[in-house]
């Protein structure tokens, strides 16, 4: 991706779920890099992201990415989780890994860091507290259980919180920024893949995110229906954007296919 300065923005993912030891390597992986306008050494502009699958400039010039964060992460608290009165931090519960950690949707600058594989971002309201309320702006982060169980390795309130997010295993992959027609307008539009790891599953969709000021607004549902009630998909999107024709065209990795999404007249 060619930024506003016009230097080059590439993503290296990790080279697993939860590998700190991608943190050492040289070149360094889960990092956003940069290569100056003219060419030379790409550098490190942003750390610990997974996998910056999303990588888009918006209209102010800002640059973001959608993050396809890890899975099967273990709980962080020393309490008890839902019915089981036990302490059970470290354990794998899949009713918290249905919902942990958020996928994250941050703006970039220099030096930023999103804390894989060491701080998850917690879209809980009351943190830890089975069937709490999910809020995905400004998300805190909290320390990962097995790679930073005494957080010696870093410190995840130091973190700035992340701007704005979506739901833990959405799988985000292609990211724009795009202007739409009335009600939508100016915004972010990501396709979802969906989940491999939640029961239930959570569905594939194109999602849309409202960009204003500078800040991205709540995750709205552009276009759906790609998974049936039984949990099998015929469809798993991967990017949209709009064309030269207004349209939105969307790419699925399960069809193969590409879709055109137009409102009446274009």
Request: glycine share 12%.
């Amino acid at each position: 991706m060619v930024g506003p300065d016009r230097a080059i923005y590439f993503s290296v993912a990790s080279n697993g779920n939860a590998s700190p030891e991608d943190r050492e390597k040289n070149p360094e992986r889960a990092a956003i890099y940069r290569i100056p306008p003219g060419g030379g050494a790409p550098e490190v502009f942003a750390m610990g992201v997974r996998n910056g699958t999303g990588l888009a400039v918006a209209p102010d010039g800002a640059v973001w990415t959608a993050v396809n964060h890890r899975d099967n992460i273990q709980y962080p608290y020393d309490t008890p989780y839902g019915d089981d009165q036990s302490a059970r931090r470290g354990a794998v519960i899949q009713a918290y890994v249905n919902d942990h950690p958020a996928e994250p949707l941050a703006k970039l600058t220099p030096g930023r860091e999103l804390g894989w594989p060491y701080c998850n971002p917690d879209p809980d309201v009351e943190p830890g507290v089975a069937g709490t309320a999910l809020d995905y702006s400004d998300m805190r982060f909290v320390a990962d259980v097995e790679t930073n169980p005494d957080g010696t390795k870093m410190d995840c309130a130091a973190l700035a919180p992340v701007e704005q997010g979506m739901p833990a295993h959405a799988a985000p992959l292609g990211m724009a920024f795009v202007t739409l027609p009335a009600p939508f307008g100016e915004g972010a539009l990501i396709g979802l893949n969906g989940s491999w790891n939640r029961e239930p599953p959570l569905a594939p969709e194109v999602a849309f995110f409202p960009y204003l000021d500078g800040k991205m607004g709540d995750q709205v549902t552009l276009v759906s229906g790609f998974q049936l009630p039984d949990g099998k998909r015929w469809g798993r999107p991967v990017a949209a954007t709009v064309g030269p024709d207004g349209a939105v065209y969307i790419t699925d990795a399960s069809a193969p296919a590409v879709y055109r999404l137009a409102p009446p007249g274009i």
